[in-house]
C-alpha cells in the first residue's frame, strides 16, 4: 500500500519522480505528493487529493527544479484521503520532508510528547508524526539526519519504509524499511528508491534489497552505506531485476486488468517452464526436491493467503488432498495470526501471495516458524518478503501484476499448486503412473484450452452490459468450481461495486434461495464432471424462481444450456482443471460489467494492490 519513489543524482529529479508515481500507482491512488530540494535551496512540498495527473496540474507553473526528491502515492490509514493528509510530510522547521508506507502504531503518545514539545501538526497523520519526532531528536542530541532517523526508529513499534530528505544537505537521501518493503536502484553516481522495482527499471536493472530494519545512506558520489538500527554496517547486495518496460506497460491494451486476463496462457506456459516436463511426462519443482525430507514428514499441510490468493489456497485444498491424501487447512491469514492455533514442526505451511508483501501472511509465517513448521512461500514479486521469510517456494514467473484485481497471478497459483501436488503425490506414491501421466500432459494443454476460452472475450462483452442494472449477483459452484463461486464474485465486487456472493450450489437451498427472483443474476459454473447431475438439479430450481441463469458449460452441453438465459462455453477438461478454464469467462464478465458501468477497473476505490498494513 502506498507508492515511494524517491531520486538522487545528476538529472532533473521531478520528471523521474512523477514517471515513478504513475508505475506505483495501482498501490494507491487517493492522493499524491512530492518534495524536491530546488536548485535555489529551499525545500519544495506539492501535494494534492486524488491520482498522480491531479498533482501534475497542480504543480504546472511551481517551481520544480532540483536533483534530488521523493515522492508519494497514498492509500489512506490514519486520516481521510485530503491534501493535508497526503504525503510528503514536512517537519516543522519544514527542513525535512519525509514520505512513508506502514502505520507507526505508538504515533499517539509520541504525538502526546512531541506536541509537549511545542510541535504543531497540520495532519492527521501518523507520518507526521515520525518527521516531527525525528527533527525533535536530530535537534536535540545535534546529530546529524542519519544518526536522527536511527535513534527515532528505536523508539517507533509499528512497520514502515520511509525516506527522507534535508534542505540543508541536499548530497544526501535517507531511506530506512521495518515491515514495508523498498528497492534501491543503483545507477551511475545516483539512486533510485522504489517500493517496488516497477519504477526504476527503466533506468537500471541493479537493485538492492533494503533488508528488515536497516538504514540506508545515497549520496552524489554513488556511494551507498547500510547499517542496522544497532548501528552495525550491513554489505549492500546487488541483485539484477529481471523484469522488462513492456512487462509494466498497458501495450494495446485499454487496462491492466484486460491485458492480464489475456497474458495468462502465456503466462501459464512460463509457469510451468522448467517445471513440467511433457517429453518425460514429469514434474520437477525445485523448491520440492530440494527440500524432499521437510516436506515428506508433513503430516498437515496448511495454507495461509488472503483475498483471490486464499481462494488458489481452496482449489489447492481439494487437488492437494485428492492426489496426495495429506490433510490441508486453508485459513486467512488475519485469522490464523491471531486465534493461536495448533501447529507443530509436523506441519508444512505454505502461504500465498501474489505481492509477497501481504502484512497479514507475513505475520502467519512467522507464527508458524515460531512453531516449529517449514515454510513454503508461493509469490509472485521477486525478492519480497515472503519467499524471504520462507524455508523455500516457488516464484509465479508470470510478469508484474499491476491491476488490482488479481487475475493472472490466481491462475498461475492454481498452477503451482497443482505442479505441487503433483511431485508430492509422486514422491508418495500416492497415484498412479497412468493416472499421474494423464494429469500431466492435461495440464501441460491447459494454456492452449485458456487461449480457446478467450474466443468468448466478444460473446461475454456484448451479453454483459444486460447485467449493469443488477444490484446482487449470486455465484454458484460445486467441487473445484466452489471456490470458482468465491473468486467470481470477488471479482465483480472489488471492480464493478455490484454485491456478490458465491456459494457452493447445493448450499442454494439453506438460506439463500430467498434472495431469488427475476431480477437476480445467477451464475452457474457447471462444467461436465461427476457434480453435473447435482448442480443441474440446482439450476431447476433457480428456474422455477425465475432467476436469470448465466452458465459456464462444457462445450457440448444441453441440459445447462436448454435452461440459461445466456451461457458461455469452455473446452472440456479434466475435472481438477476446470478452474482454470471456468475463471476465464468470470474475469471477463466482472471486467464488461465495470467497464459499463463506467468504473475505474484497475485502480477500483478504497482498494491497493499490495496490503503492508493488517
Ligand atoms: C484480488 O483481486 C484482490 N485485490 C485481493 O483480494 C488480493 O488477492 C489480496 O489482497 C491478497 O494479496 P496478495 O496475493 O498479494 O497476498
Same mark, same amino acid.
Given at each position: ?5 524517491? #531520486?538522487?543524482?545528476?538529472?532533473? !529529479? ?10 506505483? *500507482? ?86 502526546? *510528547? ?65 515491515? %514495508? ?21 527503466? #533506468? ?22 547500510? $547499517? ?23 501495450? &494495446? ?36 526436491? &530440494? ?90 514479486? $521477486? ?10 517456494? %516457488? ?10 484485481? %488479481? ?13 505441487? !501436488? ?17 494429469? $500431466? ?22 451479453? %454483459? ?73 440446482? $439450476? ?59 468504473? &475505474? ?14
Amino acid at each position: 500500500m502506498c507508492g515511494i519513489v524517491g #531520486y538522487i543524482g545528476p538529472k532533473d !529529479a521531478c520528471p523521474i519522480l512523477l514517471k515513478g508515481l504513475h508505475r506505483l *500507482e495501482y498501490r494507491g491512488y487517493d492522493s499524491a505528493g512530492v518534495a524536491l530540494i530546488n536548485n535555489n535551496g529551499s525545500l519544495s512540498v506539492y501535494k494534492s487529493k486524488g491520482k498522480v495527473a491531479d498533482l501534475e496540474s497542480h504543480i504546472a507553473g511551481k517551481d520544480i527544479s532540483g536533483t534530488i526528491g521523493v515522492a508519494h502515492t497514498r492509500w489512506a490509514t490514519h486520516g481521510e484521503p485530503n491534501s493535508q493528509n497526503a504525503h510528503p510530510h514536512y517537519s516543522q522547521s519544514r527542513n525535512l520532508a519525509l514520505i512513508h508506507n506502514g502505520i507507526i502504531e505508538n504515533y499517539k503518545p509520541l504525538k502526546q *510528547e512531541m506536541m509537549n514539545h511545542g510541535k504543531v501538526f497540520k495532519s492527521e497523520t501518523d507520518t507526521e508524526v515520525l518527521i516531527q519526532f525525528i527533527e525533535y531528536i536530530k535537534e536535540l542530541h545535534g546529530c546529524n539526519l542519519f544518526e536522527a532517523v536511527q535513534l527515532a526508529l528505536k523508539n517507533v513499534v509499528g512497520a514502515y519504509a520511509i525516506v527522507v530528505i534535508d534542505k540543508d544537505n541536499p548530497n544526501r537521501l535517507i531511506a530506512a524499511r521495518k515491515g %514495508s518493503p523498498l528497492v534501491i536502484g543503483v545507477g551511475n553516481n545516483e539512486f533510485y528508491i522504489g517500493s517496488d522495482a516497477t519504477p526504476i527499471i527503466e #533506468y537500471t536493472n541493479k537493485v538492492v534489497y533494503l533488508g528488515e530494519e536497516e538504514i540506508a545512506e545515497m549520496n552524489r558520489q554513488g556511494d551507498l552505506t547500510i $547499517v542496522n538500527l544497532e548501528n552495525v554496517k550491513q554489505t549492500p547486495i546487488v541483485k539484477t531485476v529481471e523484469m522488462n518496460l513492456s512487462d509494466i506497460e498497458k501495450a &494495446d491494451f485499454p487496462h491492466y486488468m484486460l491485458k492480464e486476463i489475456f497474458e495468462q496462457p502465456d503466462a501459464l506456459f512460463n509457469s510451468m517452464k522448467g517445471r513440467l516436463n511433457i517429453e518425460q511426462k514429469d514434474v520437477l519443482l525445485s523448491g520440492i526436491i &530440494d527440500y524432499k525430507d521437510e516436506i515428506l514428514k508433513a503430516e498437515r499441510i496448511i495454507i495461509c493467503a488472503c483475498g483471490t490468493s486464499w481462494h488458489a489456497g481452496l482449489i489447492g485444498k481439494y487437488i492437494i488432498e485428492e492426489l496426495t491424501r495429506i490433510p490441508v487447512e486453508v485459513e486467512y491469514s488475519s485469522e490464523f495470526r491471531y486465534r493461536n492455533p495448533v501447529v507443530t514442526d509436523k506441519d508444512l505451511v505454505i502461504a500465498i501471495s501474489q505481492s509477497g508483501e501481504t502484512a497479514d501472511t507475513l505475520a502467519a509465517i512467522q507464527l508458524a516458524k515460531d512453531k516449529g513448521a517449514f515454510l513454503y512461500g508461493i509469490c509472485n514479486v $521477486v525478492g519480497s518478503s515472503i519467499p524471504r521469510a520462507t524455508d523455500t517456494g %516457488s516464484y509465479l514467473h508470470i510478469g508484474p501484476e499491476i491491476g488490482v484485481a %488479481s487475475t493472472k497471478a490466481f491462475t498461475a497459483q492454481v498452477t503451482t499448486l497443482m505442479l505441487m !501436488a503433483l511431485s508430492i503425490a509422486k514422491l508418495r506414491g500416492t497415484i498412479t503412473k497412468e493416472y499421474f501421466e494423464e494429469l $500431466v500432459e492435461e495440464l501441460y494443454a491447459i494454456p492452449e484450452k485458456i487461449k480457446k476460452t478467450m474466443e468468448l472475450n466478444e460473446k461475454i462483452s456484448k451479453y %454483459s452490459k444486460i447485467f449493469t442494472y443488477a444490484r446482487n449477483f449470486i455465484y454458484l459452484g460445486r467441487g473445484y468450481n466452489y471456490p470458482i463461486a468465491l473468486e467470481g464474485a470477488l471479482k465483480l465486487k472489488e471492480i464493478s461495486y455490484i454485491h456478490a456472493e458465491g456459494y457452493p450450489s447445493a448450499e442454494m437451498k439453506h438460506g439463500p434461495i430467498a434472495l431469488i427472483d427475476e431480477e437476480m443474476p445467477v451464475v452457474v459454473i457447471a462444467p461436465a464432471h461427476s457434480k453435473y447431475e447435482k448442480i443441474l438439479s440446482n $439450476v431447476q430450481e433457480i428456474k422455477a424462481r425465475k432467476g436469470k441463469i448465466i452458465s459456464v458449460i462444457t462445450e457440448g452441453d444441453t441440459a445447462i444450456k436448454e435452461l440459461s438465459d445466456i451461457y458461455f462455453e469452455i473446452p472440456a477438461t479434466m475435472d481438477c482443471f476446470t478452474p482454470l478454464l471456468t475463471i476465464v469467462p468470470l474475469q471477463l464478465i466482472s471486467y464488461y460489467i465495470a467497464i459499463a458501468k463506467g468504473r &475505474d477497473v484497475d485502480q477500483p476505490r478504497n482498494l491497493a494492490k499490495s496490503v503492508t498494513v493488517e
